[in-house]
């Protein structure tokens, strides 16, 4: 596997469902994060993590619990989602700050909340 | 706090036409633009960026995008389109200052090319 994967690459899950998005990354980065694609709306940054500690938590329902247990690995627990969290979600990596280093992204992951 | 603004959420132009997508940012700071490209189930990828270096600047796949402070403006243009070109484009922007994570996007551009 080369550059950053996702899976699954679709999911359906219903509002009581616990579900995980995993991220991983092959291209020795440090820092990850995740982004939610909305129809109509711009990329919302959810999280970043660097060097496994995050830092960056852009005002996101609990409901969505990242975790990152090495600087290759990116996970996102979802449990009790609503309808309105249907989206498209994208993990990206980057060796550092953005101003220096390019965001490289993964396919996503299509999911439904019925 | 920064934005950008990208007028039209879709443009179509015939093959061979020239491409032109617009963005405007604000920032309150000197800003670093990008440009980022999505072709269909498929992540963002980076065209091209501007680090206040050059106000022209060159990317990949025949794209180019030229910085303009007075107009606060980071257009993309290419001369000829080709049907590989048709996906969704996103500008981007973040502070030229201390470090950061943080990249603001546009709400995106998807770009048909008609045969």
């Known amino acids: 596997e080369t550059g950053v994967t996702q899976t699954p690459r679709h999911l359906v899950m219903g509002m009581t469902n616990k579900k995980s998005l995993k991220c991983e990354q092959h291209?020795?980065?440090?820092?990850m994060y995740w982004y939610k694609q909305s129809a109509k709306k711009p990329l919302e940054l959810m999280f970043v993590?660097?060097?496994?500690?995050?830092?960056e938590n852009n005002s996101v329902p609990s409901r969505f619990s990242p975790e990152c247990p090495n600087s290759s690995h990116l996970f996102l627990h979802l449990h009790t989602l609503q309808p309105e969290d249907s989206a498209l979600y994208l993990c990206?990596?980057?060796?550092?700050?953005?101003?220096?280093?390019?965001?490289?992204f993964g396919p996503g992951t299509r999911l439904t909340v019925l | 706090a920064q934005s950008v603004t990208q007028l039209g959420s879709h443009v179509s132009v015939s093959e061979g036409a020239l491409v032109l997508l617009r963005c405007n940012y604000s920032?309150?700071?000197?800003?670093?633009l990008f440009w980022y490209v999505q072709y269909p189930n498929q992540g963002l990828q980076l065209l091209l960026k501007?680090?206040?270096?050059?106000?022209l600047v060159k990317g990949i796949n025949g794209f180019e995008a030229e910085f303009k402070k007075s107009e606060t403006s980071f257009h993309l243009t290419k001369p000829s389109a080709h049907m590989s070109d048709a996906a969704e484009y996103f500008c981007?922007?973040?502070?030229?200052?201390?470090?950061?994570?943080?990249?603001?996007f546009g709400k995106g551009t998807k770009l048909s090319v008609i045969p």
């Open positions: 981007a922007v973040t502070s030229s200052g201390a470090g950061s994570y943080q990249l603001t």
């Open positions: 993590y660097s060097l496994e500690e995050r830092v």
């Open positions: 990206a990596s980057s060796a550092g700050t953005v101003q220096n280093n390019e965001q490289f």
């Open positions: 291209l020795g980065h440090n820092a």
């Open positions: 501007y680090t206040s270096a050059a106000t």
């Open positions: 920032s309150s700071v000197p800003p670093y």
